[in-house]
């Protein structure tokens, strides 16, 4: 019976089209769990991909790159009001795989003292060379028998590397600078209807706040604490924003260190159509150049790293090198307007980072780079716990612990909240109970010990090769309401 109806079935109807088939078949089951599990996986493994292999976030929980990088809170012990600014950044983890750290990038590398702690700095001393730093400036050589030359930072990380010290916005320019012919005009502005000229009171120091925006420089100012100004500081930059009248004829710029002297030079609407530099009044550079009539021009001189530069709305008119001979002095920082009238809008006067051979108690006239390995510094000289203070220390054990008879670690521990290494984790209760105490070694790892010998410290100034993690390329957070200023920019 099954076989016949099955046969009349067969010559009585017509066959189903593949669309129709595909129509008529139930519909599979849905598991909307079952895809929520697979969709979470996946965007986990590729969230664990990207974090371990291609691109991860860090947070910037100290002060040693200032104001490049901030992880600042100035509230007193982390409580009360203050003002609190932690830096995220975003790190790229390809590059270490593909070419070798650059000098001037900022990375992110696993601290040779202790490598349970990431730190980030800048790379300034390379493998195999010697290194000295001088009057804010890094000096290297490869080899005894070579002389020193100066190491220079390209333009865009030097663009990113200034920190303005003094600004028109701040307060009436003569409170700050000599005035002859100049009168001042609301919002900080200068006009001149003949000659006039100008000339800083005060020298420019490393001051800590230098560089900060105008809420934290504040709230920085207020809470104190920090080293002040320690160095007078020989590079800096003068920015103008120029009206000229149709009879100026000339805008000169210099900037004095000891016996040195720079200036630059621009002709105005009915000068000579020239602009030049010159060193201690010899012409290095002279290139045809005229300031605009009636147009706000942006005028920039500086000195950095043994090169001075003008500019003009942002494009180079001339750079030349040379080689300072005025070793010690003051800075001195003038402008002068030559002819007809002149309005002076905005001033600005900035600073370069000032490195120093010296942080906290630790110094060094030269230092010699290891093969295979790099010296970091931080952007905040004054107080940067970096390559020019990182000291190990051995303790020899009088009993070894878990097999071992030897510690090695920094002298001080990492981290945010600093401690002596090894530190004493009881006090002896008597004459006859030793003091019990701490030692955290190079893998993070803490040992109790009653009886040991440390060594005298020893630098452990460089980062080795493979220690590096990722070049740091851009700061994403915070910005306000969640911080006083906007915390987003390419990192330099």
Not at 14 to 39: C, G, I, M, V, Y
Not at 51 to 64: M, V, W
Not at 130 to 145: F, W
Not at 374 to 381: Q, V
């Amino acid at each position: 019976m099954s076989g016949r109806a099955e046969g009349e079935e067969k010559r009585g109807s017509t066959p189903f089209s593949a669309e129709q088939k595909k129509a008529s078949d139930p519909a599979p089951p849905r598991h909307p769990w079952r895809e929520n599990l697979e969709t979470a996986a996946v965007a986990i493994v590729m969230a664990l991909v990207l974090k371990y292999f291609t691109l991860e976030a860090f947070q910037i929980p100290t002060g040693s790159m200032q104001p490049t990088l901030m992880g600042l809170d100035t509230s007193r012990g982390g409580v009360g009001p203050g003002v609190r600014v932690f830096d995220r950044i975003l790190v790229d983890k390809l590059v270490p795989f593909f070419r070798d750290p650059r000098r001037w990038e900022v990375w992110v590398f696993t601290y040779p003292l202790d490598r349970s702690e990431r730190y980030i700095k800048r790379v300034v001393g390379m493998p195999g060379e010697e290194l000295k730093i001088e009057h804010g400036d890094v000096y290297a050589r490869t080899s005894s028998h070579e002389e020193w030359r100066i190491v220079r930072k390209p333009s865009k990380v030097q663009d990113h590397l200034w920190r303005k010290s003094w600004s028109s916005d701040e307060g009436p320019p003569g409170e700050t600078w000599d005035l002859t012919r100049f009168e001042e005009r609301p919002g900080g502005a200068l006009a001149a209807t003949g000659s006039a000229s100008a000339e800083l009171r005060r020298q420019v120091y490393d001051r800590y706040v230098d560089g900060y925006p105008p809420g934290i420089q504040r709230a920085l100012e207020e809470s104190g604490g920090h080293a002040p100004g320690q160095t007078i500081v020989r590079d800096l930059r003068l920015r103008l924003a120029v009206r000229p009248s149709a009879e100026h004829r000339r805008l000169a710029i210099a900037l004095g260190w000891g016996g040195d002297h720079l200036k630059a030079e621009i002709a105005g609407p009915s000068g000579d159509g020239k602009a030049r530099l010159s060193f201690n009044d010899r012409v290095l550079a002279e290139v045809d150049a005229r300031l605009p009539h009636a147009r706000v021009s942006d005028v920039t001189f500086f000195r950095a790293d043994e090169a001075m530069e003008l500019r003009v709305d942002g494009r180079t008119l001339a750079r030349v090198e040379f080689e300072s001979t005025g070793i010690v002095g003051n800075n001195r920082v003038t402008f002068e307007t030559e002819g007809g009238g002149t309005a002076i809008e905005s001033l600005e006067l900035d600073r370069d980072i000032q490195y120093t051979n010296r942080v906290g108690n630790q110094s060094f006239s030269t230092i010699e780079v290891l093969e295979g390995h790099y010296f970091m510094l931080g952007d905040n000289s004054i107080e940067s716990a970096d390559g020019r203070a990182w000291m190990g220390l051995r303790v020899e054990l009088a009993a070894p612990i878990d097999g071992k008879k030897t510690l090695f670690g920094g002298t001080t521990t990492s981290g945010a909240f600093s401690k002596t290494n090894p530190r004493v984790a009881m006090t002896q209760r008597s004459l006859r109970q030793p003091t019990t105490m701490i030692f955290r070694d190079e893998f993070g790892e803490e040992y109790r010990y009653a009886q040991g010998t440390p060594s005298s410290p020893e630098p452990r100034s460089f980062v080795p090769r493979d220690y590096f993690l990722g070049r740091a390329f851009f700061v994403f957070w915070p910005f306000p309401p969640f911080a006083p200023a906007v915390r987003i920019d390419v990192v330099r």
